[in-house]
């Protein structure tokens, strides 16, 4: 791990610092589970830095914004909003949002839920790229890019940092709409 306040020189791939550090916990939060934890990548600034590069690189010039899904995509979008010079759209949990806003139910692996978007963040055709930490079983990202259209936007693009492929999310997502991966498992 990097010490605090400083970033090495060495360009490492983002995809070996996430197999480096990615923790696992089986049986959480449910039994039958393995939960990928992906907390001690983010928290390492050299990790961090690589994987919001890569993402940011990855869609250069094809974005107006960046919106990232309640709670981790949070971190990413604001990352990558940064790196970029773009909006950043935060896609919330149902009820988590004031004012005028869109709500789409989805599916989870272990459950459902419903996402949140302010209506008007944006001018209307702005392009968006869509990140969050885990692409699973597709739903979060799938309901996210309904939202972004729904909104008026388009999603030119997904970017997650960890796809677990046994779950197929990207055949949730559509074969429109571009995903990048920085690691598959």
């Not at 971190?75 to 950043?88: F, N, Q, R, S, T």
């Not at 055709?125 to 799938?142: E, F, H, P, Q």
């Not at 939202?147 to 388009?154: N, P, V």
């Amino acid at each position: 791990m990097t010490p605090r306040g400083t970033l090495e020189h060495v360009i490492v791939p983002a995809a070996q610092h996430v197999h480096t550090l990615l923790a696992s916990y089986p049986d959480f939060p449910l039994p039958g589970i393995l939960f990928r934890d992906l907390n001690p990548v983010f928290a390492d600034a050299v990790a961090f830095r690589a994987i919001i590069d890569d993402l940011s690189e990855r869609y250069r010039g094809q974005f107006d914004a960046v919106a990232g899904i309640e709670a981790r995509g949070f971190l990413l979008a604001a990352g990558i909003g940064y790196a970029a010079e773009c909006a950043v759209l935060a896609v919330r949990k149902g009820g988590k949002l004031p004012g005028t806003v869109l709500t789409e139910e989805y599916d989870l692996e272990y459950g459902s839920a419903r996402l949140e978007l302010e209506v008007g963040q944006l001018p209307a055709g702005s392009r968006v790229l869509i990140v969050d930490d885990v692409l699973a079983t597709g739903g979060t990202v799938a309901a996210t890019a309904r939202l972004i259209e729904r909104a008026g936007y388009s999603t030119i693009g997904v970017g997650v940092v960890l796809e677990l492929a046994e779950l197929d999310g990207r055949g949730r997502i559509g074969a429109d709409v571009p995903v990048h991966t920085i690691v598959s498992v």
